[in-house]
């Protein structure tokens, strides 16, 4: 049997829980102003919170050719590492036609557009809801 310790509220996250949910929407906005300045196309955000434990929001871009996909992954790279993001994990380079870089938070994956139309990560996230587009 599960209890309490003496003093703590059950329903009561921990403090740096609720932090760190807070920073990630916070970040989430940056994210999408950096990939908004890489000239990614077709942004979606895709709210992960209550989906799954991988991360609290996936973002899914597209970049015309592989060069440009490589483009947009290295400037997001740059911007985490200057916004101080440690733990930043990418696959899929140097292929370039598909990059996912992980935050832990937020997942962000750039495709070139047939591959993202044959993965289809925005059907397949958003079956109760849909992925949301984001406004230029």
Known sequence: ???TPEGARASTPPTEFVSERRD???LL???????DDAKAEDVAVIDLKGKTSIGDFMIIATGRSDRHVNAIAEQILQA????GCERVRVEGQPQCDWVLIDTGDI?????QPEIRAF????KMWSADRGAEPVAH
């Open 1 to 3: 049997m599960r209890t």
């Open 24 to 26: 990630s929407a916070a």
């Open 29 to 35: 906005d940056r994210v999408v102003h950096w990939l």
């Open 80 to 83: 985490f590492k200057d916004a």
């Open 107 to 111: 997942i962000v994956h750039v495709f």
């Open 119 to 122: 993965y289809n990560l925005e």
